[in-house]
C-alpha cells in the first residue's frame, strides 16, 4: 500500500513556542491531505482538508489562525502549531488521499504514524 | 453525528475468527463501507472497504448484508498482532470521520 511519513515521530516545546510537522506521501502524488488530532483515549478528530495550492478547509471550532497548514506540493503538506500551550498536547496524525479507482468513487486514505506533541 | 454503531469491546482466542459487527442503518447508496484499525500509538491502517459485495483481500473478509444496513469484518485467524481498535466508517466522497471503534483484545 501507499506510504505516509510524518516528522517529527514526537516533539517536546515550550509553552508559546511553534512546532512544524511535515507529512509526505512517499510513492504517490496527494492532492487532498488530511490532518487530525487524537487525545488520550479518544478517537481521531478530523482538523483540516488541504488541497493542493490551494488554502485549508478547517473544521468547526478548529481555529485556523493557530493551527497553520501549508499544501505547497502533491507530496508535502506541514501543519505549524503557533503558540503552543499544553492544551495542545496531542497525537497529530496526518492522512493522504490517493486518486478515485477507475470505474468507481472510492478511494483510500493511508495515514501516517502519527506525531506526539508534548507542549511543556 | 455517527452513522455506525459499533461493540465498544470484544476478546477473541488467538488462532481463531475475529468476527467485528458494524451497524450502518443510515447508509446511502453512494456510500462505501470502510474498515481501518489503529494499533497503540500509531496511525490507523487501513484494512479493507466495499460497496455491496462481500470483499476479501490478504487481512480480512467483509460481509456486507444484502440491505447494506451492517457488515462484519472477518480476520480469519486472529494473532496477539490483531488486537487494536478496529474502526467502521461510511464514507462517500468525504474525509474519512472516525467513531468510537471496537477495542479487539486477541488473547493467547
Known amino acids: 500500500g501507499a506510504v505516509v511519513s510524518q516528522h517529527p515521530s514526537w516533539v517536546i516545546c515550550k509553552s508559546g513556542t511553534s512546532v512544524k510537522i511535515e507529512c509526505r506521501s512517499l510513492?504517490?502524488?496527494?492532492?487532498?491531505m488530511f490532518w487530525y488530532r487524537q487525545f488520550p483515549k479518544q478517537s481521531l478528530m478530523l482538523m483540516a482538508t488541504s488541497n493542493e495550492g490551494s488554502k485549508a478547509t478547517y473544521e468547526q471550532g478548529v481555529e485556523k489562525d493557530k493551527f497553520l497548514i501549508n499544501h505547497a506540493s502533491l507530496t508535502l503538506s506541514t501543519l505549524t502549531v503557533t503558540s503552543a500551550h499544553p492544551e495542545d498536547s496531542s497525537f497529530y496524525i496526518c492522512?493522504?488521499?490517493?486518486?478515485?479507482?477507475?470505474?468507481?468513487?472510492?478511494?483510500?486514505?493511508?495515514f501516517g504514524p502519527g506525531t506526539r506533541l508534548t507542549v511543556t | 453525528d455517527a452513522k455506525t454503531t459499533q461493540p465498544t469491546s470484544m476478546d477473541c482466542a488467538e488462532g481463531r475468527a475475529a468476527n467485528l459487527p458494524c451497524n450502518h442503518s443510515t447508509i446511502s447508496g453512494n456510500e462505501y463501507v470502510y474498515w481501518y484499525r489503529q494499533i497503540h500509538s500509531q496511525g490507523p491502517q487501513y484494512i479493507i472497504h466495499?460497496?455491496?459485495n462481500n470483499e476479501t483481500n490478504e487481512m480480512a473478509s467483509l460481509i456486507i448484508t444484502e440491505d447494506r444496513k451492517s457488515s462484519t469484518l472477518i480476520l480469519p485467524h486472529a494473532t496477539l498482532r490483531d488486537t487494536a481498535v478496529y474502526y467502521c466508517?461510511?464514507?462517500?466522497?468525504?474525509?474519512?470521520?472516525f467513531g468510537k471503534g471496537t477495542r479487539l483484545s486477541v488473547i493467547a
Open positions: 466508517i461510511v464514507k462517500g466522497n468525504t474525509p474519512l470521520v
Open positions: 510513492d504517490f502524488q496527494a492532492t487532498t
Open positions: 466495499g460497496l455491496k
Open positions: 492522512s493522504a488521499r490517493d486518486r478515485p479507482k477507475k470505474g468507481t468513487g472510492s478511494y483510500e486514505q493511508y
